[in-house]
């Protein structure tokens, strides 16, 4: 029995040896994909962003699996996350076409409308934050009552030339600008709500999020919309969580797993 045993341990020892990481590797990550998208996986580097935009592509037309479209997400926030400037506006779409969830998608589409710098980008962010954070959250709040029907409360805010100045900032950002915002207010001071497309309420929610700026979203809890429902917060400064908590410091596929560098240098080291 204790020959028997002793037999048994050996052969276990040996096919630690054989397989070593690489077997760890697999059984902790899960299930990997085909060999051949494995591979192409493998090639990814860091250094040239795009080419997971495009593999992320493939794979999500190519997609018959949950794990399929999975991974192609991974690789879609990836490359968002590896290049932001040139594809993050890209990836929240991609991501947002994914997405199950009709509220995570609004906010992936959100994050794209920011990452785009509609109306002029760090220059238009600049001139916001130039503005009193009331005369922000006045704008804000305006913006809310006159959605909701509640015109004598739109035009009081309105009234406040800090609130004004943010208005005169976005005006141009806005369908009908400024006239139409301070016409539609006088029009609907009987309690009526203005009906509003989805594009153009999209649009203000969007804008919302410009003026209250990323440092300042813990206000955002305090704004209702349409039906009471909160103001979408989308913080550009995590994209990592927006984007499904993908770990940007691991960008590289090995063995059904993304690691980081030093895993890969200690692969090549064990390899030789």
């Known amino acids: 029995m204790i020959i028997r045993h002793h037999a048994i341990f050996c052969l276990l ?6 397989f070593g990481r690489e077997g760890a590797f697999v059984h902790a990550q899960g299930r990997s994909l085909a060999p051949d998208w494995e ?10 962003p795009v080419g997971y935009f495009e593999l992320a592509e493939e794979l999500a037309d190519a997609a018959r699996t949950q794990e399929d479209l999975r991974v192609a997400g991974h690789l879609f926030a990836l490359a968002g996350l590896l290049d932001r400037t040139n594809l993050g506006r890209s990836a929240a779409l991609a991501l947002a076409d994914l997405a199950e969830d009709e509220f ?11 990452l785009s710098g509609a109306g002029g980008g760090e220059k238009r962010i600049e001139s916001i934050l130039e503005h009193s954070r009331e005369g922000r959250l006045g704008f804000c ?7 909701m029907g509640e015109g004598s409360r739109a035009r009081n805010y309105l009234s406040r030339a800090d ?8 005006s141009s950002l806005m369908e009908g600008g400024r006239e139409r915002i301070e016409r539609e207010i006088e029009l609907y001071l009987d309690g009526r709500r203005p009906r509003l497309s989805g594009r153009r309420l999209e649009e203000q929610l969007a804008i919302e999020m410009l003026v209250l700026a990323p440092s300042e979203m813990s206000w955002s809890s305090s704004l209702l919309v349409e039906d009471s429902r909160p ?25 059904g797993r993304w690691v980081d560098l030093q895993t890969v240098k200690d692969l090549e080291a064990d390899s030789q």
Do not use: W
């Open 39 to 48: 591979a192409r996986m493998a090639e990814l580097d860091p250094s040239r």
């Open 13 to 18: 020892g040996m096919l630690f040896l054989l």
């Open 141 to 147: 709040l305006m913006l809310g009552a006159y959605r």
């Open 163 to 170: 609130a004004r100045a943010v208005l005169e900032t976005m």
């Open 104 to 114: 995570m998608r609004r906010r992936l589409q959100l994050a794209a409308f920011l």
């Open 231 to 255: 103001l979408m917060v989308v913080d550009l400064r995590r994209m990592d969580r927006l984007f499904g908590n993908v770990d940007v410091s691991k960008p590289y596929r090995r063995f």
